[in-house]
């Protein structure tokens, strides 16, 4: 089976692209589940179809689905958070707060990816397009496997070597047996598919950029964060492309030069992913069959379910006291390598080629000592700057070469 999740900035047409996407895989022969995770559903819009929150049929090889989130919830947790609720009531807690208090931070996410998986499982998909929510919920929602496991070993952690000690007093508060055994079978579920989404056999995401700065930005925001997490990218869409031609407006030449400049760019900066690229179309893209031609544009003669890049974007080593920030650069090899830190910005400059990446919090407040190439790729080092005995030393500059 095969799992690509389409992600971005909102209104950038992951929708468009994710069904795109799905229609091709059909189109070749495969049985093709394209899902919508996103609260405000546009999946049926674009397909021109009526979705429910199972798998709906539209053609050969090919179902859609809008997973409705609440529903889920109450399928696969209603009962397990009555008898939480009424536990939290037991202790004299208010109604309203015990109905908040018996919601696991994050179990919305984990119902979804739960429900996506099973669905996959269950009806012998051989593909699966997610056309997730916007970049920030998204990256919540692939986060939450972790933190779900978390939570889960501090929950089995806490019965076991307390109970014991003061079983008396603890046991009106502590979660009764049929929680634990519910969240521990939860538990192992999500072990099991947290296992699978960070497969690069099986899951690839594909950020979905215009060439705008701002989305430009979330996107590589986007890449570190998955990139942290292990969740493999295998290629990057450019969408809305405005396509070179001999304009007469000067809007419109103006509006080209600026888009193409920021195109190059795309291509650039996530090197050494492959960048498909969609033109601005002068219409809505709706319906199977127009949906169908979108995606020749984009995938010409390739298969989209392929897997196009192995091998992480970059990559945070620790190496006792300092951190390494590695980059695979293959087709660069200069060796003047300038780097200027802004907050938790990096960008590199080598020659002609620009790189701006989002630094995660923990190399924020470090400083970038030196840069190398080693193997075809780009080793950053970072350290916590040592502390200052004079404060009235000046300050360091920002930018250093390597």
Known sequence: MRIILYLGKGGVGKTTVSAATAVRAAT???????????????LADCLQENLTSEPTELTTNLWAQEVNVLDEMRRG????????????RKQGIDAVMAEELALIPG????????????????????????????????????????????????????????????????????????????????????????????????????????PERMVIKEALRAETYLALFGYPIDGVVC????????????????????QEKLRQ???????????????????????????????ETIFGDQDPTEVFHRGPVQE????????????????????????????DEMIIEIGNFKRDITLP?????????????????????????PEKSNKSAPPEKNSRSA
């Open 361 to 385: 919090s923990v190399l924020a407040h470090q400083e970038a000592t030196v840069a190398k190439f080693v193997d075809k790729a780009l080793e950053i080092h970072f350290s916590v700057p």
């Open 28 to 42: 070749l022969g495969k049985r093709t589940l394209v899902v919508s995770t996103d609260l405000a559903h546009s």
């Open 265 to 295: 760019q795309v291509h650039q900066t996530f090197a050494p992913l492959p960048v498909w690229e969609a033109p601005y179309q002068s219409h809505e893209v709706l319906g199977i069959v127009e949906l169908g031609k979108l995606a």
């Open 77 to 88: 947790w209603g009962k397990l958070k009555d008898t939480m609720t009424k536990n939290l």
């Open 316 to 343: 945070i080593i620790h190496q006792g006291d300092t951190y390494i920030l590695r980059l695979p650069l293959p087709h660069v090899e200069m060796d003047k390598v300038l780097m200027t830190k802004k907050g």
């Open 107 to 210: 179990m919305d996410e984990i119902v979804s990816l739960i429900n996506i998986y099973r669905n996959a499982r269950d009806g012998d998909f051989e593909v699966v397009i997610i056309d997730a929510a916007p970049t920030g919920e998204t990256v919540r929602l692939l986060s939450m496997p972790d933190t779900f496991q978390w939570y889960a070993g501090r929950i089995m952690n806490m019965k076991r070597s307390t109970l014991n000690l003061a079983r008396p007093f603890l046991k009106s508060v502590l979660p009764t047996t049929e929680i634990l055994d519910a969240v521990q079978s939860l538990s192992e579920r999500v072990k099991t598919l947290r296992a699978v989404l960070s497969d690069p056999d099986t899951s690839s995401y594909r950020p979905v950029v215009n």
């Open 239 to 258: 969408n809305r492309v405005i396509q070179r031609a001999d304009y007469h407006d000067v809007f419109m030449q103006e509006l080209y030069r600026n």
